[in-house]
């Protein structure tokens, strides 16, 4: 048990997935006795519903100077941020003035069309090196983590902002009062909070556990983001489903009354009745249904080394860290793990120490087996490397269940 970092209520454990690292640290050659190791388990609040994680790694060791992931690294998801900073443009930011922060903005990929259309805005992220490129493109960016007091001093200085948006980073806030507390405070009477995290839905739905990790401290429901709206004097006012990152809710928060609710928020509640989303069995029956994956995708492994497969990683993603070490997937069933992000090439995966390997180790010389750890972009990569399966190479997936394809 634990305490709920939203409402102070009991926290009730469901799954556990042991001594894990920090998921994107990765250490170089001979720095590996340097990691950090935490127990990666989530629970849920018996009074708000929230799940989230029983332990907290300090932010500090997770979103550094060189903090190793940029959002723009995929093409769906540069056009995604693009779309939603259009609608922001045309929907939200049409009167006279209008300003927009982002928290948690990474390189700019959605700031960088409002500073194109010149539309005041900020970026507070406090990860140094993705903000040194967002401000490289131009957008104006402070290099903090956003708290209560960030939000009363961009108040004072920029004055109240119709749109305060947060993409992959309000699930990242263990303390998300102090965020909550200083939305409050810095949003424009009728301006709107949008939010958009992986779904608990979709990761009781297909299993994917790999959401967990420890950037991940909250799972969020249509429910659970009600409640804890109304805590902290907001409304969930809108939701809309999301297909990126496997499966994600764009929220809409407001001051209470400032917008008529959508009837989406209420079907989505019902929705989430009806799968029993947040009942207790549906929560262990998730976690049996993660060691049976962890048990088929061993299996399948530890065969194909048997019979001398080549098999490698795709994708040296912050979620294959739970399921590398979750199912001790080392240099003996996984020989490299590839990925375009240069600051992870040359290094180690965390806590496996997998080397990883620029995409072309693997396009030109293609293995016979390739488990694809960033799955939520498999249309894009699949496409990309048509040839591998051309050359008669498979992917392995495990999401919703462990496949050959
Ligand atoms: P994500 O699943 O958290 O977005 O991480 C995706 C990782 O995969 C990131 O390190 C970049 C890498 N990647 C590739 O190597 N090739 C690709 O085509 C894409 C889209 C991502």
Redesign the pocket.
């Known amino acids: 048990m634990s305490e709920c970092r939203v409402c102070g209520g009991a926290v009730r454990e469901f799954v556990d997935f042991g001594r894990q690292p920090i998921s994107d640290a990765f250490p170089a050659a001979g720095a590996e006795s340097e990691e950090y190791f935490f127990r990666l388990a989530a629970g849920q609040c018996e009074d708000c519903t929230m799940v989230q994680l029983m332990e907290e790694v300090p932010r500090d060791l997770m979103f550094r100077q060189d903090y190793p992931?940029y959002s723009s690294?995929?093409a769906v998801m540069r056009k995604h941020f693009e779309q939603t900073a259009r609608r922001f443009l045309e929907t939200e930011l049409t009167g006279p003035d209008p300003f927009i922060v982002e928290i948690g903005c990474n390189d700019g990929v959605m700031l960088k069309t409002i500073k194109a259309a010149g539309v005041r805005h900020l970026g507070v992220e406090p990860s140094g090196g993705v903000a040194g490129v967002a401000a490289a493109a131009g957008v104006r960016v402070m290099v903090e983590f956003f708290e209560e007091e960030t939000a009363k001093r961009i108040r004072e200085t920029d004055g109240p902002a119709n749109v305060i948006f947060a993409a992959n980073t309000l699930c990242h806030i263990p303390y998300i009062g102090s965020v909550l507390r200083g939305v409050r405070e810095l949003l424009a009477d009728d301006g709107v909070f949008v939010f958009e995290d992986p779904y608990l839905g979709d990761i009781v739905a297909k299993t994917s556990f790999d959401q967990i990790y420890d950037e991940h401290f909250y799972f969020f429901t249509a429910r659970s983001v009600q409640s804890m709206a109304a805590r902290f004097g907001l409304e969930l006012v809108d939701v809309q489903r999301l297909a990126v990152?496997g499966g994600e809710v764009r929220y809409t928060l407001t001051r209470p009354g400032a917008r008529t609710p959508s009837p989406a928020v209420a079907e989505l509640i019902a929705a989430e009745d009806a799968q029993k989303l947040t009942e207790r069995a549906t929560l262990e029956g998730f976690a049996a249904n993660v060691q049976r994956i962890r048990d088929d995708l061993v299996a399948l492994l530890t065969r194909l080394r048997d019979e001398g497969k080549t098999v490698v990683g795709y994708?040296?993603?912050?979620?294959s860290a739970t399921v590398t070490n979750y199912c001790s997937l080392g240099t003996g069933l996984i020989s490299y793990v590839?990925?375009?992000?240069p600051a992870?090439q040359g290094r180690l995966t965390p806590g496996t120490h997998i080397p990883v390997r620029p995409?072309e180790a693997f396009q030109s010389c293609y293995p016979d087996y390739a488990v694809l750890f960033?799955w939520?972009?498999a249309d894009?990569?699949m496409a990309?490397e048509r040839g591998f399966r051309e050359a008669g190479g498979k992917w392995i997936t495990y999401v919703p269940e462990v496949r050959i394809s």
Do not use: L, R
Not at 338 to 341: F, I, L
């Open positions: 992931y690294g995929s990152h994708g040296a993603t912050a979620k590839c990925d375009t992000t992870k995409v960033a939520n972009h894009e990569i990309k």
